[in-house]
């Protein structure tokens, strides 16, 4: 009659429509993408294993084959010794579509996906440092530079089940940073490839055996000569040029009144971008006495443009020593920062690390990193100020 298809149980079609009818083959080319991403998979697990960051048949990993369908770690494997069956096919409502049983956190992987559709792997473990810091912390800010960079302030989030049964809160962390902790469970990295996303694991737990190694050294009884550079200050980081600590960036000053008035508007917020948000901007950039200082001891003379991206419009901000001397719409500024509107929010509210959301492909930057990096300290002043212009 012409319709025996119609009757095929729902995995066999899904079955299909990604490999192909079982008669006359599969759709070669999607099956080797598939393949070639399992291969990544079995790649990143035995990564993950040789650096000891997984042991046993704990953790869990996934990629998105396309927009429906993604690939994840079956259950009860060890990531040390995947083979091509220990990886399932799955579509992102959690049904599988070939052989095998998905990871018992395929809830928390699909629902990732869902909610960010530019990202393109998950990596989940229970690596040692991390799950033993997060028992006793809420919160954790590298020192190192280049890891506040990658890395910026990873925040953790109650788990009270084998499981993550609550993607919720997952979601709402991994917006702002993609790596976020679970007590008492592991971390959870998002990127938009497996590598970045294993990296992400990788940087935490090294950050916290740094951090776990430092804390031993500053408990001994001498840390060398008075008048020696200052290694690691606990707030700060490493300073980035021979100046005391107090010129470096702090939050001590977001609070108090400027000395032609006052600070900011309690409780006011601006239309992002606009005219008077600018004007903002320039104002409190250039009457804080912190930024002028960084200013003038770093030389920062540059032009910065941030870009809207849905839109395109663009607004420039000329700095000479550290001052804000000209604005504009100047699209050919030597650096210019370009995120969507989400992000811009969230960068203005105080939710998101603009460096961060920049190492972490949330927001991108044309021009040197390394000639910007010589600015890192009046730059995050700037940031800082940022914070104290939120927005509607």
Known sequence: MGGRGRGL???????RACWGNPRTGPNNQHFMDTQQLKNKIIEIGKLLWDKGLVTGFNGNISARVDANTLLITATGVSLGYLKSQ????????????SEGKPSSEKLMHTEIY????????????HTTYTNAFFMAHESFTPKTFEAKFYLGEVKSIEQTTPSVTDVAPVIKELKSNNIVALRNHGAVAIGPDLFRAFVLIQELEEQLKMDFVAKHYEAMPTRGHKGDSPLVNSDTGTVPFKVSPSTLPSDSGLNVKAPQGNYLTQGKKYKLFSPEQIEEIVRLVNSDAQMQELGQKTAMNMDLAVCLQETGDVYSFKFENGRITKTGQDAQAEFLITANESIWRAVFNREIDPFVATTQKKM???GDFARISKWYAPCSRIFQLWTKVPVE
């Open 86 to 97: 220990d990886v399932v096919l799955i579509n992102i409502s959690g049904e599988v579509i």
């Open 364 to 366: 991108s930057l044309r």
């Open 114 to 125: 869902k909610n960010f559709p530019q990202i393109e792997a998950v990596v989940h473990t």
């Open 9 to 15: 149980p729902s995995k066999r079609r899904l079955w």
